[in-house]
C-alpha cells in the first residue's frame, strides 16, 4: 500500500475516532462495555457477492486493500456516501483488522443500520 494511501486512511480514521470519542455514550448501546464508556459501537453485516474488494476511499478508483468473501460476516464501523453501485451510493467503512471502505450493495447489514460516519 503506498504512502498517500496508508496516509488517507489514516487521516480518515483519526477523524473518526475523534468524532466518536465527542458522542456521548448510550447506556444500552452494545459496543460500550460498561455504562457511560465511550466505546464506539460495531455493526456487522454478511457479504452478498463471491469476492468484495475492500478499498482505501469510497469509490471503485480508490486502492485495493484487500478482500472478503461471500457468507463472511464483517465488521461495520460507519457508513458513508460514495460512488453509486447499481443504484445504491452507501459504503461501509469496515473495520477487520485493517480500516477498509466496502460498497453497501454487496453487504447485508446483521441487526441494526449502522450509523453515519
Known sequence: ????SRLGISLTVAA????????PAVAN????????TLAPR??????TASTLLLRSAPNRGGQIIGSVRKGDIVNIFCKTTGENIYGNNRWYL????????????????IGTAPRWC
Open 1 to 4: 500500500m503506498s504512502l498517500r
Open 94 to 109: 469496515l473495520r477487520d483488522g485493517s480500516w477498509a471502505f466496502a460498497s453497501a450493495y454487496y453487504i447485508k447489514t
Open 42 to 47: 460495531l455493526y456487522k453485516g454478511q457479504v
Open 29 to 36: 448501546d452494545e459496543g460500550a462495555g460498561q455504562r457511560g
Open 16 to 23: 473518526l475516532a475523534a468524532g466518536a470519542l465527542a458522542t
